[in-house]
């Protein structure tokens, strides 16, 4: 009777163990898919409609740029560079605890200028179909160091030129500056989930 119930204790003892270890290794697994692989967002403000709205959560691709040490951001293992036109998410040159996201127009060496409604990437002007603009915008901006006119600058090596597809109410590259390579955590390149926008489930970002 005795020897029974010490091999129950036993099994007992023998699935709580198999419970922890597989609850570990699903925590190692979701940190490891978290730092390198992908990470979820969520759009807290309209800087980048209407492409993304506010409330959108979204997936990011972390692993597009490279494979980077965590904390010190170096890539250790490089992958590919940004392009132009892709949207990312990064950490916000100004403060450090926060994250951005902006869609790429000015890449490492190019020179960049706006005049207007219009952007211009080493003196030709940008196919620029993402870029949404309000009738009011111009003279808002205007008024906020002068971002309808802008330029030239050139993009440091190193570093990009962003901007939020919302260019009337986006705070972006034209007020504080480029974005450091480094500081790109990834591509944004799904919406997940979205409410009250259902509609926009599983929508590709480009």
Same mark, same amino acid.
């Given at each position: 009777m005795k020897e029974n119930k010490d091999k129950e204790t036993i099994k007992k003892k023998s699935t709580l163990r198999e419970y922890a270890e597989a609850a570990v290794i699903a925590v190692l697994l979701a940190l490891f898919i978290?730092?390198?692989v992908v990470q979820a967002f969520k759009i807290p403000s309209g800087s980048m409609e209407p492409t993304l709205m506010i409330g959108d959560h979204i997936l990011v691709n972390k692993f597009i740029y490279g494979v980077k040490a965590p904390f010190i951001r170096r890539t250790l293992i490089p992958v590919s560079k940004p392009k132009r036109n892709d949207v990312i998410v990064f950490i916000y040159p100004v403060d450090r605890s926060k994250d951005f996201i902006k869609r790429v127009i000015g890449l490492p060496g190019e020179r960049i200028e706006i005049k207007g409604r219009r952007i211009f990437v080493n003196g030709k002007q940008l196919k620029d179909k *993402?870029? /949404?603009y309000s009738s009011q915008g111009e003279a808002r901006v205007r008024n906020l160091n002068n971002a309808y006119r802008f330029g030239p600058v050139?993009?440091?090596?190193?570093?990009?030129?962003?901007m939020g597809d919302n260019r009337d109410h986006s705070y972006d590259s034209r007020f504080w500056g480029f974005v450091p390579l480094e500081s790109i955590k990834g591509k944004a390149f799904i919406? *997940?989930? /979205?409410?009250p926008h259902w509609q926009r489930f599983f929508h590709l970002i480009r």
């Open positions: 978290r730092t390198f *993402y870029g /949404s050139v993009v440091p090596d190193g570093h990009v030129f962003v919406i *997940y989930w /979205s409410w």
